[in-house]
């Protein structure tokens, strides 16, 4: 049995944790930078992030938060939504923020793709440099 795979994506920025979070977890912001979204920091709160139709799934994810440490790490499941929902995509993504001289080490990681989900896994692992590099740039734009 292949063990599941995770997408890591890393990124020192230049801007402290309280500001970072409120970027991952205010939902007009996250629309600014990944995609609609109802999400709210509360434990359990099962919340949905929205982008437009495609041939192979709906454009629905189906999300609770899993776990929620204030400025240092939020934890939600990752589900496509719909019979054909990407194969069924079920995984987790997990927010770190480690303080660093200068900013915040930022890390997500998207862990729980199976062996036969390598489409979504080099899709996510591309999609979620892209999204980094938007979370900061909203994150610099922050007062």
């Given at each position: 049995?292949?063990?599941?795979?995770?997408?890591?994506?890393?990124?020192?920025?230049?801007?402290?944790?309280?500001?970072?979070?409120?970027?991952?977890?205010?939902?007009?912001?996250?629309?600014?930078?990944?995609?609609?979204?109802?999400?709210?920091?509360?434990?359990?709160?099962?919340?949905n992030?929205?982008?437009?139709?495609?041939?192979?799934?709906?454009?629905?994810?189906?999300?609770?938060?899993?776990?929620l440490?204030?400025?240092?790490?939020?934890?939600?499941?990752?589900?496509?939504?719909?019979?054909?929902?990407?194969?069924?995509?079920?995984?987790?993504?997990?927010?770190?923020?480690?303080?660093?001289?200068?900013?915040?080490?930022?890390?997500?990681?998207?862990?729980?793709?199976?062996?036969?989900?390598?489409?979504?896994?080099?899709?996510?692992?591309?999609?979620?440099?892209?999204?980094?590099?938007?979370?900061?740039?909203?994150?610099?734009?922050?007062?």
């Open positions: 049995m292949t063990a599941n795979r995770s997408v890591v994506v890393e990124r020192l920025m230049p801007h402290p944790p309280q500001k970072i979070w409120r970027a991952l977890t205010q939902g007009p912001l996250i629309e600014e930078w990944l995609m609609k979204t109802d999400f709210e920091p509360r434990l359990g709160h099962r919340f992030f929205r982008t437009d139709p495609m041939p192979y799934w709906n454009g629905v994810l189906d999300c609770e938060v899993l776990a440490e204030p400025h240092e790490s939020l934890s939600y499941s990752w589900n496509a939504s719909g019979a054909e929902a990407a194969n069924g995509l079920k995984t987790v993504v997990t927010w770190t923020l480690t303080p660093t001289e200068g900013g915040t080490l930022v890390r997500m990681e998207q862990s729980g793709f199976r062996a036969e989900e390598e489409a979504n896994y080099q899709g996510a692992l591309h999609g979620w440099r892209r999204n980094l590099a938007g979370l900061e740039r909203i994150v610099a734009g922050l007062a």
